[in-house]
């Protein structure tokens, strides 16, 4: 017995939460679980035929944000690239001491209150009413007992873009390590690491049409890597145990893909989110962009919609095949409001009633215009009537 089902007149606007993969990922899975068969530590030819196979795709992910291959190390998630990286700049430190934002990844806020359990200080800076990191306050908050800062490039909530360049040249210029989750900037971006001061970077392939279970960490120094896992001399003893060969090679087919159409799938997916934003705040009164002042990466909105119960609009969407969410796939059943939200000076009641939208360069302009008709419809109906 399978678990499929007809999913034929589903409307998938949750992106951000994962993409679906492209069929060439899909082939290139299939290649290395069957004719491309083998365990990348073992000896013989099989093992080599599976180092190639890594090999290649680790060159394709280098080539997606421009840096060395040898300088990636693949992981199991985003969660697990980021947690690597607290977990070895706090490590053996006397008094560690880590700064940060209040709109990070649940993945990093998380780790952030395991790590005040125990006796790191965590210094979580304020973002203003569009999401944006004063670059003041980031140099005011940096002193020399500061031995790690860590801003996520892009909002997974929101899609609002902190200034990376600025942000790295801060942290260069008074010595500190930068760390960045890129989980939703690296394809929707341009990514150079060869132009910027980063020192580790993490980001995953199931953003950007590729395969759960696989990510990456960049790190320009990998000797400041401390594993967290001990067993075997994969990715050369940083990350041990056997290798998700089928997930890298398509991870690796997700990069190629992505790199060479960077432009045109950036374009349409600014044109598809710029079509349905302008729709929605047209034909629905009460309706506005959570961070629209600010620069937002292109395939993200996050839309309140007044007088609504935003948990009950998406349950109505999904019903009519539209998927959505109000908010991270990692903290869409916590009851309480966005985190990010209330963080940008939102009350509960705005952040209640605001829901997430994200695209992917496989979606149509048919689709938006059949959503939007749904949504308007929907919203007439909580409207009128109020619980």
Not at 167 to 191: F, M, P, W, Y
Not at 262 to 285: C, V
């Amino acid at each position: 017995m399978g678990c499929t089902e007809d999913i034929s007149g589903e409307i998938y606007f949750d992106n951000n939460a994962t993409t679906r993969p492209l069929p060439e990922v899909t082939e290139a899975m299939h290649e290395a679980m069957g004719e491309g068969f083998g365990n990348p530590s073992s000896a013989h030819s099989a093992g080599e035929r599976a180092r190639r196979r890594m090999d290649l795709a680790r060159k394709r992910t280098s080539d997606l944000v421009g840096c060395s291959p040898e300088d990636l190390i693949f992981t199991s998630s985003g969660t697990e690239s980021n947690n690597m990286v607290f977990y070895s700049c706090t490590r053996k430190k006397e008094k560690p001491r880590v700064v940060t934002t209040q709109v990070e990844h649940s993945s990093i806020m998380k780790m952030c209150n395991f790590l005040e359990l125990n006796d790191v200080h965590i210094e979580m800076l304020e973002v203003d009413r569009q999401g944006v990191l004063d670059i003041r306050r980031l140099e005011n908050a940096i002193s020399e007992k500061t031995d790690l800062v860590s801003v996520q490039w892009v909002n997974n909530e929101t899609g609002v873009i902190q200034d990376m360049a600025s942000i790295s040249e801060v942290c260069r210029k008074n010595g500190v390590l930068l760390h960045t989750d890129a989980a939703q900037a690296v394809g929707k971006l341009e990514v150079d690491l060869a132009k910027l001061h980063v020192d580790f970077l993490s980001f995953t392939a199931h953003k950007i049409s590729g395969p759960q279970g696989v990510a990456v960490l960049y790190a320009k120094d990998r000797l400041l890597v401390n594993p967290f896992l001990f067993g075997g001399f994969q990715e050369e003893g940083f990350r041990p145990g056997t290798e998700n060969l089928p997930g890298v090679a398509g991870f690796g087919t997700a990069c190629e893909i992505r790199c060479t159409r960077l432009k045109q799938a950036t374009g349409k997916m600014k044109d598809l989110r710029d079509r349905f934003e302008k729709t929605i705040i047209e034909s629905i009164p009460d309706t506005s962009v959570n961070g629209g002042g600010g620069e937002r990466v292109c395939n993200t909105t996050n839309i309140h919609f007044g007088g609504t119960d935003g948990r009950e609009l998406v349950s109505l969407l999904d019903e009519a095949g539209i998927r959505c969410s109000q908010s991270s796939a990692c903290t869409n059943f916590d009851v309480t409001p966005s985190y990010v939200l209330t963080a940008m000076g939102l009350d509960e009641q705005h952040a209640y009633s605001s829901v997430r939208f994200s695209f992917c360069p496989e979606n149509t302009f048919e689709e938006i215009q059949r959503a939007t008709e749904i949504i308007r419809e929907k919203c007439e109906f909580l409207r009128s009537n109020p619980c």
